[in-house]
């Protein structure tokens, strides 16, 4: 079904609302430096929507936000991303996936079908030849080590985060 749910969409990004006001508590407890350190987010499937409503308390909450990786997303249609929420303009967030205008359909995800989201239209970097493809194995995170073979500089690299 390529159709998006938009509701069903809301209604998880709601639940991550709420994972997000536990998240705060938890960051102020441990003592967090809210002014020094950026928070990266790892996004699959159905969390994408979990991980857009975690985005939205961090940033009421003065939190700032790094690199962004969304694996394989459910409903993206449905999600909205502002690059500008992120370190440089988003140079680090990603939208990772099958691409519905070129692999064929027996290749593609076939438990959540991609599409572009919003604000990432030109973000997106697709699962190449050489990683498995097909209704199922386009979906399991465990087939998206690929992505940390991406040279650094190109569409779609993981660049490692030193903390000092």
Request: charged fraction near 25%.
């Amino acid at each position: 079904n390529t159709q998006p749910n938009a509701v069903g969409f809301s209604t998880r990004m709601e639940n991550g609302r709420k994972a997000g006001i536990n998240m705060v508590s938890e960051l102020q407890r441990i003592g967090f430096d809210k002014a020094s350190i950026k928070i990266d987010i790892v996004a699959h499937s159905m969390g994408f929507a979990y991980a857009q409503g975690i985005i939205e308390t961090l940033k009421e909450n003065g939190y700032k936000l790094g690199r962004y990786y969304i694996l394989a997303p459910e409903n993206p249609s449905s999600g909205v991303v502002n690059l500008n929420d992120f370190e440089n303009n988003g140079e680090g967030v990603w939208h990772y996936g099958t691409n519905e205008s070129v692999d064929k359909l027996w290749e593609q995800d076939g438990v959540a079908p991609q599409n572009a989201i919003k604000g990432l239209e030109a973000k997106r970097a697709y699962i190449p030849a050489t990683a498995p493809k097909g209704f199922l194995d386009c979906h399991w995170v465990y087939n998206y080590d690929w992505i940390f073979r991406i040279d650094q500089g190109k569409d779609g690299d993981v660049k490692p985060r030193i903390i000092k």
